[in-house]
């Protein structure tokens, strides 16, 4: 009889059930979107019942549609927006405050003064990232100093700290787990991803009490099992990976140097590393990859703010069209080599730059510069600000690679896969399965399972949809790219 496994992909943006069969095929998706709450000026929070709701509601809306329903599914693999915080009550699970998301940057100030106070190294040496609002720590210091009586209740023990592969854990198991894998610990800037554990000397810093903080696992492990009340029966949670670490086992990227971009509404670019946690010189962020059998395999990422968000906003916001899927025909009427630059720092730059106050521009505007140039302006930023993180990643890394795997939304574009490829001057190769990002989880849980015997068989499903080949001189490639570095600096507020 056939069986499945379910992944539950907790974005940004919305919750999907995902159910998938043994070869790592779509079987059926439910989605829900919930509301994004911005309650002042740089500030994000999402309801944390809406994203427990959301989460309930797919799950239970792909085991209804599942032709011979939960009977046959094995187990539940979970992937989650990463870094976005949440803290609750021990006894009822109720959340103190709404989950703040990893874009939140009400931290700012309280990161300046740690990086004044000259501690940016030591968090880079023992965490592999920036002082950045972007990771979870400096949020949970927020909450407990924020909420009145938290950090007393904190200290007493009463409260739960958790990213939300924490949060569902602890929801779907009735309380009994609070737990996380080793990829969303790496996010938090609390967690010493050499030594693979809780950083007291971190902890003291950001000054959170070690009474909040759940148990590590391996990112393939068994996390409990998720109660028959949500789902109608016992499941066993057996993956956990955050979005991107999941979308590099989804995308099979297990050996060093082998590497995936992902294209949702920001761009994630992430490079297996191997057993060395290789600290980057360029400011690009050292994170597990996956940790299994309590073995980390690490991973170096890019990590940049706006990918496909150019897209909603040159339709959105300056309605040049209708509908994403016209912007290939209109970039494809424009003069190759044409001038226009647009530099899509909305809420400032991510990586390499990480300045978070420059702001967008348009540049090199001509009297002959149309909607097509812009739209396709807005298309080769993505491009280019991969060949920005690619530029670090080779500088930082010995084994470069000359593929590149790539998902998510923007990768249907045959003209942005062709410039990237271009721009980048490696193949780009796209999968016949997208949705890497649950596939990823869905193998984790698969390797506990005893679906997979080990990561080779998972490669072995990888199939490629489509090749992209570089053809673009050198020369074009040089110039074209050097225009967008001079862009890129007139946007800036502090120097490279
Ligand atoms: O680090 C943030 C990332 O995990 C968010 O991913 O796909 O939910 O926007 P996504």
């Known amino acids: 009889m056939a069986s499945y496994l379910l992944a539950i992909d907790q974005g940004t943006t919305s919750s999907r059930a995902i159910v998938f069969n043994r070869e790592g095929n779509v079987v059926l998706t439910a989605q829900r979107e919930f509301e994004q709450w911005f309650p002042q000026d740089g500030w994000v929070e999402h309801d944390p019942e809406a994203i427990w709701e959301t989460v309930v509601a797919t799950c239970r809306e792909a085991i209804e549609r599942l032709e011979g329903g939960v009977e046959l599914i094995d187990g539940i693999g979970i992937t989650n927006q990463r870094e976005t915080t949440l803290v609750w009550d021990r006894k009822t699970g109720k959340p103190l405050y709404n989950a703040i998301v990893w874009q939140d940057r009400r931290t700012a100030d309280a990161c300046e003064r740690l990086r004044e106070a000259g501690h940016a190294e030591d968090l880079q040496a023992r965490t592999g990232l920036l002082i950045d609002p972007y990771f979870s720590a400096s949020k949970l210091a927020w909450i407990l100093d924020n909420v009145p009586g938290a950090r007393e209740r904190a200290e007493r023990g009463e409260l739960a700290f958790g990213t939300v592969d924490t949060f569902l854990i602890w929801r779907l198991t009735g309380g009994k787990v609070h737990a996380t894998d080793a990829t969303n610990a790496s996010r938090t800037a609390l967690f010493n991803i050499h030594e693979q554990c809780w950083d007291a000397t971190l902890l003291e810093r950001f000054d959170i009490p070690e009474s909040l903080l759940p148990e590590v696992k391996d990112s393939s492990d068994d996390f409990g099992r998720a109660d028959a009340e949500w789902l109608g029966t016992e499941l066993p949670i057996a993956g956990v990976a955050g979005d991107q670490q999941a979308a590099l086992v ?147 890394m010995s084994a470069g690679s000359n593929t590149l795997r790539v998902d998510g939304g923007m ?86």
């Open 250 to 396: 989804g995308q099979a990227c297990f050996t060093p140097g082998m590497g995936k971009s992902t294209y949702g509404t920001g761009c994630f670019m992430i490079v297996n590393m191997g057993q060395e946690a290789g600290i980057s010189r360029n400011r690009l962020l050292t994170t597990v990859g996956y940790r299994l059998n309590g073995v980390p395999t690490y991973a170096m990422e890019g990590s940049i703010f706006v990918a496909g968000a150019t897209v909603q906003w040159l339709r959105d916001g300056l309605q040049l069209f209708a509908d994403a899927a016209e912007t290939e025909a209109l970039a494809s009427k424009t003069r190759r080599g044409h001038s226009v630059y647009l530099v899509p720092a909305f809420t400032g730059l991510g990586a390499p730059h990480w300045d978070p106050k420059a702001r967008g521009a348009i540049l090199g505007l001509t009297r002959d510069t149309g909607i097509a140039e812009i739209v396709a302006a807005g298309l080769q930023a993505v491009c280019y600000q991969t060949r920005d993180l690619q530029v670090c990643m080779n500088d930082d």
């Open 411 to 496: 990768v249907g574009n045959n003209w942005v896969m062709q410039f990237l490829a271009d721009m980048l001057g490696v193949q780009v190769d796209r999968p016949t399965v997208l949705e890497t990002t649950a596939l990823g989880a869905a193998y984790l849980a698969g390797l506990h399972l005893g679906w997979y015997r080990n990561l080779d068989e998972i490669a072995g499903l990888w199939r490629c949809e489509r090749s992209f080949h570089p053809a673009m001189e050198e020369e074009e490639r040089s110039r074209l790219y050097a225009g967008w570095l001079e862009a890129v600096d007139r946007v800036r507020t502090s120097p490279g």
